[in-house]
């Protein structure tokens, strides 16, 4: 494949729904560009984007895929991302480094929860849009239905550039309502030819074409003079367009069928005139020095950002990046600046797909892979050794769900975790911990699919088969009052040396989260000074088994204040065991009780669902804090003790068709309400 200039290059994310058509829609393209000879199909299991075994199994997007359509002297850089919520950790990747997205909207239904979703992401980089009305042919498709939802629950302001000609079974092509010109069905040629516009559709495209000039005017001063004194050329409507898609103005509207390529080509040609190349994009500015960028060109210093990482156990990683600046060569040694270390690099290639695409170098503006790196991860930026720079990285969303793992054959405990680690490197939102209070090793991701998913790459990547289970809940306990003089006295003589120690100790509860707080009083050494520290392992020993639980116990303050020795009997140990007893003494009649996490929960949902979520926040034991709204959304803050989430994820989506999320963090520890101490308490007994 030939090098091409970075003004010549168009780095585009493809986003929707799911089932939306993404995957047909590049297929389409790659058809058109000639990468591929026939359009691939999802169902059949053999489009270029979809390659991996459990994506041809499922019938849907898992991966972002890069794929590469050459098109009138232009190299476009497609990448296909997910529409499932569960996988938005490679949406995030690729929205990091693409210039420009296209949106796809299925006619038939309009705008999609999935739709807002991914569209409140775009928002977040602020991208450049297009929209795509996808499946124009099918049964109940409406060009008009579907523009009015984009503005209705998008609230956007979208822009025709094409009328549809016919609709459902009689779709055949498009209007071109800027060069005033028709497109029909390809009939098998390369190019699909102009046509006149049909005479039933003259009047609405002169309209329409009425109103896009407007719009084009009204993104540049020099243009809207222009406006009102006569009409705009061809050529400025087109650069009036330009500058305000770049600006995010308004969001142009292309439609046609993907799977039958009818208005693909004219989309690519959309995608060349309006979409900003990396060159428009300009500089990319250092995370730590705010003066510092890199221009896209070749004759700058080198720097890339790793989006993608793909594990392998055989052929070991496959890392994606996109070049920002000058050459990043094959078989060359860089800096990785996120992690001050040297990085030696192996071949260069182009990806199209799973189809690797050797190249010596990449150039300013494109995107390529690169295998076997030791010390890289996503996110990370290579540069020059001689020119460090460190680029931004990859803001993941947070897992919202979580489960215990563990292995289904005994004694792949070692295998699993190297499974793991390698699986949470390729997807930096599969995330993993050990949780010390629960001894459980726990793995979290965005939704059950998402960990089914994974777990099956690690049963066919790593031969490692496992099982989960809901988390337990990390409870931990506590006292509620004071309790003064408790003894705890060791003494055994069994022949020869013995064992002495007794102590005496106050106990008090401390305010929550303060912890422990051990306070040596002993005077006159009723108690010898290199003694005091055993007192306080055993103490500590004592309270990490629990009371009445088996949780730890926080949040006490013990007051050692007097005790006895033995000149040869006394011993660490001895005092280890007296403290021990002491504090459970001293705790059984202190009014122990269980503590529960309790998470700050930010909730968005449309507003209609409200009610609905509030209800069921009161339900899990919730403490609504407020409510705001933001545009047609309302985002609700509230207080919820975990033990009510674990779930949450799953249920959220049901309550709201998909079109709520949520966030979660730790708060604080509170008292657990007895009647549900009572069944802790009681599951912790039977287990």
Known sequence: MKQYRTDQIRNIGIIAHSGAGKTSLVEAMLCNGGAIERMGAVDSGNSVADYAADEIERKTTLNCSVCI??????KLNLIDTPGAEDFYGDLHSVLRIVDAVIVV???????????????????????????????????????????????DILETRPVPMQLPIGKEAQFAGVVDVIHKA?????????????????????????????????????????????????????????????????????????????????????????????????????????????????????DAPMSAVIFKTIADPFAGQLSFFRVYSGKLHGDSQVSNSTRGQIERLGKTAFMNGKNAISTPHVEAGDIGALTKLSVTQTGDTLCATDAPIQLAGIEFPNSVLSYAIRPTREGDDEKLMT???????????????????????????LGDLHITVNRGRMADKFGVETEVLPPKVPYRETIRRRVQ??????????????????????LAPLQRGEGFEFVNNIVGGSIPRNYIPAVEKGIRERMDRGLIAGYPVVDIQIDLYDGKYHPVDSSDMAFQIAGSIA?????????????????????????QFM?????????????VMGVEQMGRKQIIQAQVPLAEMLRYSIDLKSMTSARGNFTMEFARYEVVPDDVAQKVIAASKTE
């Open 69 to 74: 359509a050459e098109w009138e002297g232009h």
């Open 611 to 623: 009610g609905n979520i509030i209800g069921d926040l009161n339900g899990r034991r919730g403490q």
């Open 182 to 298: 028709a497109y029909m069905q390809p009939d098998g040629s390369k190019r699909v030819a102009k046509a006149e516009i049909p005479a039933e559709l003259e009047t609405q495209a002169e309209e329409t074409r009425e109103a896009l000039v407007e719009v084009a005017a009204e993104s540049d001063d020099e243009l809207i003079e222009k406006f009102f004194e006569g009409e705009l050329s061809d050529e400025e409507i087109q650069n009036g367009l330009q500058i305000g898609i770049f600006e995010n103005q308004f969001v142009p509207v292309l439609c046609g069928s993907a799977l039958n390529n009818v208005g693909v080509q004219q989309l690519m040609d959309t995608l060349l005139n309006c979409v900003p190349s990396p060159v428009d994009v300009g500089a990319a500015k250092s995370v730590e020095q705010e003066e510092e960028s890199r221009e896209p060109s070749t």
């Open 419 to 445: 499974a793991l680690t390698r699986m949470s490197e390729e997807d930096p939102v599969f995330r993993i911990e050990r949780n010390e209070i629960t001894k459980q090793l726990l793995v979290s991701g």
């Open 485 to 506: 003089k408790i003894q705890g006295r060791h003494k055994r003589q069994s022949g020869g040396r013995g064992q002495f120690g007794d102590v005496w100790i106050n």
């Open 105 to 151: 909207v299925d006619a038939t239904t309009g705008v999609e929860g999935g739709t807002e979703k991914v569209w409140e992401v775009a928002d977040t980089y602020q991208l450049p849009r297009l929209i795509f009305i996808n499946k124009m042919d099918k049964e109940g498709a409406s060009f008009e239905n579907a523009l009015a939802s984009l503005e």
């Open 583 to 607: 504090f459970a003494a001293a705790a059984e009649q202190a009014d122990p009780g269980l503590l529960e996490p309790v998470m700050n929960v930010t909730i968005t949902v449309p507003e």
